[in-house]
């Protein structure tokens, strides 16, 4: 798997669609302070899901979205998609090119899609655990993230090595079925209660 294209619409400083081709093997993106090398980084982590406007480095989700410059007027959305390559089938479906894409307006209403089809932010994340890609995994480290994780509880610090061991996905499921569990015991007793009632 790797990373092929970002097409940028709107986001942060990215208020022209602008199209970021990758080929495998190394890429730098050099350029100027405040020339939006970061928010190429940003703009990755939130097309996989992130949910915390304070790690993307803003206040709130809106400021995703570009904010006008002395020369240009605000624009109302933004939209981020992300193409990876996945002939090496490391990624759980079928298709051999994988796109998703994240959309959000200024009035809060937002969308997640996986190749072009309408998706849950769910379905994103259950398709990267585990991947070296998803929103928590090791693949991005932003600047200050290795003092960060240094600094930590070591419960914390463990996610990037269980997301690389492969056991988030098994991890995730297993609070899932607890949680289907207390909702099933919850019933039961009901029943239990309801059958009381009726003897
Ligand atoms: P450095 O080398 O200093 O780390 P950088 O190239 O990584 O810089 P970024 O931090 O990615 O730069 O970009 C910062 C720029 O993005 C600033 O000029 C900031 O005004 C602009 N920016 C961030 N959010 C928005 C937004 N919502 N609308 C418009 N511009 C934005």
Same mark, same amino acid.
């Given at each position: ?62 400021? /995703? ?27 759980? !479906?079928?298709?051999?090119? /994988?796109?998703?894409?994240?959309? !959000? ?62 056991? /988030? ?31």
């Amino acid at each position: 798997m790797f990373l092929k294209r970002i097409d940028l619409i709107g986001f942060k400083s990215f208020a022209d669609k602008t199209t970021l081709e990758f080929s495998p093997g190394l890429t730098a993106v050099v350029g100027p302070n405040g020339s939006g090398k970061s928010n190429v980084a940003d703009a990755i982590r939130w097309v996989l899901g992130e949910q915390s406007a304070k790690s993307l480095r803003g206040n709130r989700m809106e400021d /995703v979205i570009f904010a006008g410059s002395e020369t240009r007027r605000a624009v109302n959305f933004c939209e981020v998609s992300l193409t990876l390559d996945n002939e090496d089938g490391h990624l759980p !479906v079928s298709y051999k090119e /994988v796109n998703i894409t994240r959309r !959000v307006y200024r009035s809060g209403e937002s969308e997640y899609l996986l190749n072009r089809q309408p998706c849950r932010l769910k379905d994103i994340l259950e398709l990267f655990m585990d991947s070296g890609l998803g929103r928590e995994s090791y693949s991005i480290i932003g600047q200050g993230r290795i003092e960060e994780m240094l600094s930590t509880h070591p419960e914390d610090r463990r996610g990037p090595f269980e997301d690389a061991a492969g056991i /988030v996905k098994f991890k995730h499921r297993r609070k899932e079925a607890e949680r289907k569990l207390g909702e099933t015991d919850a019933n039961l007793t009901r029943i239990d209660d309801i059958i009381a009632e009726l003897e």
